[in-house]
């Protein structure tokens, strides 16, 4: 990218209903799950710890993530903006689909990465679009901030902020509950 990246920390939300029932969101929504909140919690006590000061927290504007923001910059005194640029994929005809539905339906789809295969739904965003909005966001970036997004979304960000190619999404580690800090290049996995 070339751009210096500011000091990060990013969060995926918590666990959701449809998280549970293996349903795919993307742009829909799904209430959090006790545990979800749960996880938010988590994760605002894990930053109460280690951020240097009253650090912006960005979040996807989408109600799940917003939830888990919330519970994060109310609970830390920091202010909060949606940011749209932080929307998990767009999955066009598979919103609101069971994956073992869309792997009955067409199973040479969803191939062996667990990720990339998302790519791939009917009418949905490509790897190169959600790049461009990733690369757009960072490059706003005034200083250290706190993200808080999505699952595939926060894989292809980290990519990013890391040099490495998207397309290795699979290879970084996920988890809701937990904080990946990024600073200098290298990342460390909170929880």
Not at 78 to 94: K, M, N, T, V
Not at 139 to 168: I, K, M
Not at 183 to 190: E, H, I, Q, S, Y
Request: charged share 25%; with cysteine; hydrophobic share 45%.
């Amino acid at each position: 990218m070339g751009l210096q990246i500011p000091e990060l920390w990013i969060l995926r939300h918590g666990e959701t209903e449809w998280n549970v029932a293996g349903r795919l969101q993307g742009h829909l929504d799904s209430p959090l799950t006790e545990t979800g909140l749960a996880q938010a919690r988590a994760q605002r006590d894990i930053l109460a710890r280690i951020l240097p000061g009253r650090v912006p927290v960005l979040s996807s504007p989408s109600g799940r993530a917003w939830r888990c923001a919330r519970i994060i910059a109310e609970g830390l005194d920091l202010p909060l903006s949606a940011e749209a640029a932080l929307r998990e994929i767009d999955i066009g005809a598979w919103h609101g689909r069971r994956i073992e539905e869309i792997r009955a339906a067409d199973p040479a789809r969803i191939g062996d990465d667990p990720h990339l295969w998302k790519f791939a739904a009917p009418g949905g965003e490509s790897m190169e679009a959600m790049v461009a909005r990733l690369d757009a966001l960072l490059a706003r970036l005034e200083g250290p901030t706190v993200l808080v997004t999505h699952g595939v979304t926060s894989r292809v960000l980290r990519c990013l902020v890391l040099g490495r190619p998207p397309e290795e999404l699979a290879q970084l580690p996920g988890g809701q509950g937990v904080v990946h800090h990024l600073r200098d290049g290298r990342a460390r996995l909170l929880g």
